[in-house]
């Protein structure tokens, strides 16, 4: 059974960074697809980042430019590097990895991202 655990949540003001990790328990896999999602008060949940296993990349125009989401296949561990945040940045952030071996999809438990004054 794969567990996703998910750091680096918080509170920080508006223009302030943060990098969240997710990282996937157990070995002997690779995981395909990784993913940030976010879901932010009473709004569903949306996709924020997205990372294949070649490494290609994927973001919701509302983080172009400000958001980087890297992996380590060898940990399987994926990030995301947030820069300049904003206020409406505040959600919960969920991971999101997809394992084909295994034909199976697993959501960590999500991440709290307060940005405020």
């Known amino acids: 059974q794969v567990q996703l655990v998910e750091s680096g949540g918080g509170l920080v003001q508006p223009g302030g960074s943060l990098r969240l990790s997710c990282a996937a328990s157990?070995?002997?896999?690779?995981?395909?697809?990784m993913a940030w999602y976010r879901q932010a008060p009473a709004k569903e949940r949306e996709l924020a980042a997205a990372?294949?296993?070649?490494?290609?990349?994927n973001y919701a125009e509302s983080v172009k430019g400000r958001f980087t989401i890297s992996r380590d296949n060898a940990k399987n561990t994926v990030y995301l590097q947030m820069n300049s945040l904003q206020p409406e940045d505040t959600a919960v952030y969920y991971c999101?990895?997809?394992?084909?071996?295994?034909?199976?999809?697993?959501w960590g438990k999500g991440t709290l991202v307060t940005v405020s004054s």
């Open positions: 999101y990895m997809r394992v084909a071996a295994y034909g199976s999809s697993y």
């Open positions: 157990g070995s002997g896999f690779s995981a395909n697809f």
């Open positions: 990372i294949t296993s070649g490494g290609s990349t």
